[in-house]
T-cell receptor, first 114, second 109 residues
Framework: DAMVIQNPRYQVTQFGKPVTLSCSQT?????MYWYQQKSSQAPKLLFH???????NEADTPDNFQSRRPNTSFCFLDIRSPGLGDAAMYLC?????????????FGPGTRLTVT | RKEVEQDPGPFNVPEGATVAFNCTYS??????FFWYRQDCRKEPKLLMS???SGNEDGRFTAQLNRASQYISLLIRDSKLSDSATYLC??????????FGAGTTVTVRA
């Protein structure tokens, strides 16, 4: 089945130790997003790629970086995780053909910072 | 003012009951809206789109009120499996969505 896959599902890292989260998709969607979601809060958009064009949200900390080497893969790098970065990280994709803007989410990576 | 606001609930209802809740949005130019469902510790999943005057999908009905800038979701004949958090989503531009924090519904036996 076509889908959005995230690895790992659970990640534990130490304070200040860099971590990379990965996302892949078989939907061939041209737009990919990274969201951060904390308990009982709305998903917060960190950045997105429209094709190869990277779009950073104004309030996304510099500690967060992203790479999209090809259509199928997208990575979230957290250079120096702090305790406040513990959250669920959601990858999503969308395709804007015929005005379809629905986003399809991966299962998320739950990040714990110790 | 937040772009999208929802009553967090929780709405605690018995099986078979009808439950309804609203979501307000601040950008009057918003054209498209969604309801997503999110189960505990899982990813959001599209429940239904809300276009023009709203739509119905089985036991779920979504309505749009442009004049008052809100959308609503109504669930009829509630099932235990309807227990979840329902996220209101507004399209801000062609490809960016704004999420509400969600309304939690708990259906009890």
């Amino acid at each position: 089945d076509a889908m959005v896959i995230q690895n790992p599902r659970y990640q534990v890292t130490q304070f200040g130790k860099p971590v990379t989260l990965s996302c892949s998709q078989t939907l061939n969607h041209n737009v990919m997003y990274w969201y951060q979601q904390k308990s009982s809060q709305a998903p917060k958009l960190l950045f997105h790629y429209y094709d190869k064009d990277f779009n950073n949200e104004a309030d996304t900390p510099d500690n967060f970086q992203s790479r999209r080497p090809n259509t199928s893969f997208c990575f979230l790098d957290i250079r120096s995780p702090g305790l406040g970065d513990a959250a669920m990280y959601l990858c999503a994709t969308s395709s804007h053909i015929a005005g379809a803007y629905e986003q399809y989410f991966g299962p998320g990576t739950r990040l714990t910072v110790t | 003012r937040k772009e999208v606001e929802q009553d967090p609930g929780p709405f605690n209802v018995p099986e078979g009951a009808t439950v309804a809740f609203n979501c307000t949005y601040s950008n009057s130019a918003s054209q498209s809206f969604f309801w997503y469902r999110q189960d505990c510790r899982k990813e959001p999943k599209l429940l239904m789109s809300v276009y023009s005057s709203g739509n119905e999908d089985g036991r779920f009905t979504a309505q749009l009120n442009r004049a008052s800038q809100y959308i609503s979701l109504l669930i009829r004949d509630s099932k235990l499996s309807d227990s979840a958090t329902y996220l209101c989503v507004v399209i801000l531009t062609d490809y960016k969505l704004s999420f509400g924090a969600g309304t939690t519904v708990t259906v009890r036996a």
